[in-house]
């Protein structure tokens, strides 16, 4: 059994602790703010030395600017529509006090949507496109990892279509959509669902393959555990399979998110779907001194929302895993 260590060893020992917190502080902390200092000027140098039809690219500052600018007007039209709503309540009251009979009627507040709008827009279309795919993905990624058979058969189809680029995708799904998703009252828009599908088709394939590669290499002492306890096929699945293929299968769901995202801005664009892609295309057929700034905007924003959405996913495995040391980061 170790002894406690002693008032003066742990005064000993004190320097070297405090030199090893500093130093992860430096790993942690002080080493990624230099990148992003030595990014933004490096940022900033290279600008002043291009010039665009547009005029000069803009540098971090241009950029700090336009994000002020773009939170002002989202700002602004928050502050409209909730002018808009108090006028047409109070128009119904009035009539309503003139004539209890009457049914009051709320028009929707048809506004130009704003950068923070769009964001929440792509969100949206994004967890749709990718929740979709899981779905598909997940249970055949496990057909193919339990049955070499199934491998077999899905494997060429796997091969053809991952490689596939979503702007190849993109007018196949347009043509379908409009000719299967008719209706006088549509619950959604159907660039919304030309995009989301589109999302779907291109995110599919590293979930499906990372959860057949996951559930194929499970140890043979625990399929034997499973044989011994003659577990029937579905608890096979969860109580196997499943907790010993999740590592993979994450990695598997972090790339296809990361896909999903980035599909889903070139998807916007083409298909005009409201949303980041559609907001950098309007700004660059806007063509005004201020657009180079706001794409930028878009860019970065783009970039930190990939981030965000790695790490989310990052820690619901980590939450959800039971082996903490095969969790990739």
């Given amino acids: 059994m170790s ?12 320097p070297a602790l405090r030199i090893a917190n500093w130093l992860a502080f430096a790993k942690n902390a002080l080493l ?5 200092l030595l990014f ?7 600008a002043k030395n291009i010039n665009t039809s547009l005029g000069q690219f803009p540098g971090p500052a241009q950029v700090w600017e336009q994000v ?5 007007e989202h700002q602004a039209q928050r502050e409209k529509a909730a002018l808009f709503y108090a006028k047409q309540e109070a ?12 049914v009051p009627k709320v028009r929707a507040f048809t506004g130009a949507p704003t950068f923070i709008d769009q964001i929440w827009t792509s969100l949206y279309t994004v967890a749709v496109g990718f929740f979709i795919a899981s779905l598909v993905a997940v249970p055949m990624g496990i057909l193919c990892g339990l049955s070499k058979s199934a491998y077999a058969a899905f494997n060429p189809v796997i091969q053809l279509f991952k490689p596939v680029s979503p702007l190849a995708w993109l007018p196949l799904v347009t043509m379908v959509v409009s000719a299967l998703y008719v209706s006088d009252d549509p619950m959604f828009s159907k660039s919304f669902v030309i995009s989301a599908f589109t999302v779907s088709l291109c995110c599919l394939w590293p979930t499906l ?3 057949a590669v996951g559930v194929s290499n499970i140890e043979t002492d625990l399929i034997n555990v499973s044989k011994v306890l003659r577990l029937s096929p579905m608890a096979h699945v969860f109580k196997i399979v499943l907790p010993s293929s999740i590592p993979m299968i994450f990695t598997g769901l972090r790339l296809s998110l990361g896909i999903g995202w980035m599909v889903l801005i070139a998807a916007e664009m083409l298909a005009q779907n409201p949303g980041l892609g559609k907001f950098v295309w309007d700004e660059f057929q806007n063509g005004s001194s201020e657009s180079l700034a706001r794409i930028m905007v878009a860019v970065l924003t783009i970039g930190a929302i990939g981030l965000v959405l790695d790490r989310l996913m990052l820690l619901v495995q980590k939450q959800v895993s039971w082996d903490k040391s095969a969790v990739l980061r």
């Fill in 3 to 14: 002894k406690s260590l002693t008032l003066p060893q742990l005064l000993a020992k004190a």
């Fill in 32 to 36: 990624p703010t230099l990148g992003i």
């Fill in 40 to 46: 933004l000027a490096i940022w900033h140098g290279v």
């Fill in 68 to 72: 002020n600018g773009l939170l002002s």
């Fill in 91 to 102: 128009r119904n009251a009035e009539r309503q006090a003139k004539d209890p009979s009457y």
């Fill in 209 to 211: 393959i990372n959860t």
